[in-house]
Nanobody, 121 residues
Framework: QVQLVESGGGLVQAGGSLRLSCAAS????????MGWFRQAPGKEREFVAA???????DYADSVKGRFTISRDNAKNTMILQMNNLKPEDTAVYHC???????????????WGQGTQVTVSS
């Protein structure tokens, strides 16, 4: 069982930056694939970025070059640095943890409660 808590959401203007954090309760954080998803009102949840084992990262095309995912295994923390934010980035952002299949199939086992990101134009 993994408990995940996101933080760092807020309101920013287009072009601004925001840093999201995800704190995990597990003692085996380094063994998990970690990811970020987002869901806007009335829309389906979509993949944003993933952090695998050994520093591998993956990004949705819509955020590539603007967002950076990272993790600090010693602190059981995952970070999503979001730069050059656009109104289209407005959504509830959820962090997630999974096993190796999460990396290849985007199937995650555990989910956080989400944090709201609002980008104004």
């Amino acid at each position: 069982q993994v408990q995940l808590v996101e933080s760092g959401g807020g309101l920013v203007q287009a072009g601004g930056s925001l840093r999201l954090s995800c704190a995990a309760s597990t003692r085996t954080f380094s063994t998990y694939v970690m990811g970020w998803f987002r869901q806007a009102p009335g829309k389906e949840r979509e993949f944003v970025a993933a952090s695998g084992i050994s520093g591998k990262t993956d990004y949705a095309d819509s955020v590539k070059g603007r967002f950076t995912i990272s993790r600090d295994n010693a602190k059981n923390t995952m970070i999503l640095q979001m730069n050059n934010l656009k109104p289209e980035d407005t959504a509830v952002y959820h962090c997630a943890a999974g096993y190796v299949d999460a990396w290849y199939r985007k199937e995650y086992r555990y989910w956080g409660q989400g944090t709201q990101v609002t980008v104004s134009s």
